[in-house]
C-alpha cells in the first residue's frame, strides 16, 4: 500500500517540476522536451531518485498511448492552408526522404558500430523520423519568419514519417528474425497494407468522429472524451488488422481539425492538454528507461552517428526532397537543421528489445544519445540558424502558422 502512495507522490512531483520546467525553457529558450527526457534520467537509477524502471512492455504500451494522442494533436492543429501547400512536399520528404535517412545514417554506423548491414539498417531506421512533439514545440517557440510553406512542410512532415519510419523498422525486424527469407514483393505488399490500410482508416474514422461530435446531444465536457476514445479505437483497430495506426490518427485528426463544429474549441484545448500530459509522461518515462552509465562508452560512436546524421543524411534527404518543388537553397537548408529527433526514435528501439534482437542494447543506447544531442544541438540553434540564413523573427502576437 505505501509503495503505491509513493509512486503516486513521486509521479505527482515529477508532473509538477515538469510544469514548472516549461515556463523555465521558455525564458531560456530551452529544448522544453529535453528537460522532461533529463528529469526522467535524474529520476531514474542513476540519479538521485534512483527509481529502477525496466519494464519494456509497460514502456512500450505507454508510448504507443502516448504517440497516439501526441499524433492525433498534431493533426488537429493542421490547417487547412498546410495541407493545400506542403502535402506533396511533406509525402516525398515522410517517404523518400526517410529510405535516403535510413540508408545514409545505416551506411555510417556499419563502419561506426561494426554491425552487420540489417542492424545497421535498423539503426538508420529508426533515427529517421523527425518528432512531431519536438518540431511543433519547438517551432512555435522560436517564432521565427519563416515562409508558411517551409514551416508548413516540417509540421506535417513530422507526422507523416513516423509510419514509414515504423514500417521500416518492423520490416528490418523481420529480416534479421526469418533467417533471410524475406523477399522484395513481400515487403512492397507490407508497405502497401500498412499505408493504404492507414490512410482508409484514419479517413473514415475522421468523418465518423466529426459525425458524431456534431450529432451527439452530449455535455461539453465529454465531447473530448468521445474524441480520445475514438482515438484509441482507431489505432488499436488499425494496428490490430495489420494496418499502420500512426498514420489513421494522424488523418483522422486532420479531418476533424478542417472542419467546423460547435464543440471544437473544447474537443481542441483538451486535446491539446492531453497532448502535453502524453509528452511529458512520454519523455519522463523514456529517461527512466535508460541507464545513463551504460552511455559512456559510445560518446564517441553517438556523436559521430550524429554528425552524420545531421550534417549528410538530413541535407541529403532535405535538398533531394524539396529542391524539385521550387524550395530555395537557403528554405531547405531551414528544413534540414529542424530535422530534430524525438521520443519516436527511442520508442521504436523498444521493438528490437521485445523481440530479443542481438544487439537491441546498444541500439537503444546509440540511439538516445544520439535523440540527446539532436535536441541540444538542434533545439537549442533554431533561432541563430534562422537569422544565419536571412529569416527574421516574428512579433510575439503571431504563429509560425501565419507567417
Request: glycine share 10%; net charge positive.
Amino acid at each position: 500500500m505505501n509503495t503505491a502512495h509513493e509512486l503516486i507522490l513521486v509521479g505527482g512531483v515529477l508532473g509538477l517540476i515538469s510544469v514548472f520546467a516549461v515556463t523555465i525553457g521558455a525564458r531560456f529558450n530551452a529544448p522544453i522536451l529535453l528537460i522532461f527526457l533529463l528529469l526522467g534520467m535524474l529520476a531514474g537509477e542513476d540519479g538521485p531518485g534512483r527509481i529502477q524502471f525496466a519494464d519494456f512492455r509497460a514502456a512500450y504500451l505507454i508510448g504507443s498511448i502516448a504517440l497516439t494522442i501526441i499524433l492525433f494533436e498534431g493533426g488537429l492543429k493542421t490547417e487547412r492552408a498546410m495541407i493545400r501547400i506542403a502535402l506533396w512536399p511533406s509525402v516525398v520528404l515522410a517517404t523518400v526522404g526517410v529510405a535516403l535517412t535510413a540508408a545514409v545514417v545505416g551506411t555510417a554506423a556499419v563502419w561506426l558500430f561494426h554491425l552487420s548491414w540489417t542492424e545497421a539498417l535498423l539503426i538508420g531506421a529508426v533515427l529517421a523520423p523527425t518528432d512531431a512533439a519536438a518540431v511543433n514545440t519547438l517551432l512555435r517557440a522560436a517564432r521565427v519568419a519563416v515562409p508558411q510553406r517551409v514551416s508548413a512542410a516540417l509540421e506535417v512532415e513530422s507526422g507523416l514519417n513516423d509510419p514509414m519510419s515504423v514500417f521500416l523498422t518492423v520490416l528490418l525486424m523481420q529480416s534479421l528474425t526469418s533467417s533471410g527469407n524475406s523477399t522484395i514483393g513481400g515487403g512492397v505488399i507490407f508497405f502497401l497494407e500498412e499505408m493504404a490500410g492507414g490512410a482508409i482508416i484514419g479517413l473514415f474514422g475522421g468523418f465518423l468522429l466529426l459525425r458524431l461530435l456534431r450529432k451527439l446531444p452530449l455535455p461539453a465536457a465529454i465531447y473530448p472524451v468521445l474524441a480520445l476514445a475514438c482515438v484509441l479505437v482507431v489505432f488499436g483497430g488499425a494496428q490490430l488488422i495489420g494496418a499502420s495506426g500512426f498514420l489513421a490518427v494522424y488523418l483522422m485528426g486532420i479531418i476533424v481539425g478542417v472542419n467546423r463544429f460547435e464543440s471544437q474549441r473544447a474537443v481542441v484545448y483538451a486535446s491539446e492538454a492531453f497532448a502535453w500530459l502524453a509528452q511529458i509522461a512520454l519523455f519522463l518515462m523514456l529517461g527512466l528507461l535508460v541507464t545513463p552509465h551504460t552511455l559512456i562508452p559510445l560518446v564517441r560512436p553517438i556523436l559521430l552517428i550524429t554528425a552524420v546524421l545531421v550534417l549528410i543524411a538530413r541535407p541529403v534527404a532535405t535538398f533531394g526532397c524539396l529542391l524539385p518543388f521550387g524550395y530555395s537553397a537557403r528554405e531547405t537548408a531551414f528544413a534540414s537543421w529542424v530535422g530534430l529527433r524525438g521520443a519516436v526514435p527511442i520508442y521504436l528501439t523498444i521493438i528490437p528489445v521485445l523481440a530479443g534482437s542481438r544487439n537491441a542494447a546498444l541500439l537503444f543506447g546509440a540511439t538516445f544519445g544520439v535523440v540527446i544531442v539532436s535536441l541540444v544541438l538542434q533545439g537549442w540553434t533554431i533561432s541563430p540558424a534562422a537569422r544565419v540564413l536571412g529569416f527574421g523573427r516574428m512579433p510575439t502576437q503571431q504563429s509560425i502558422a501565419k507567417a
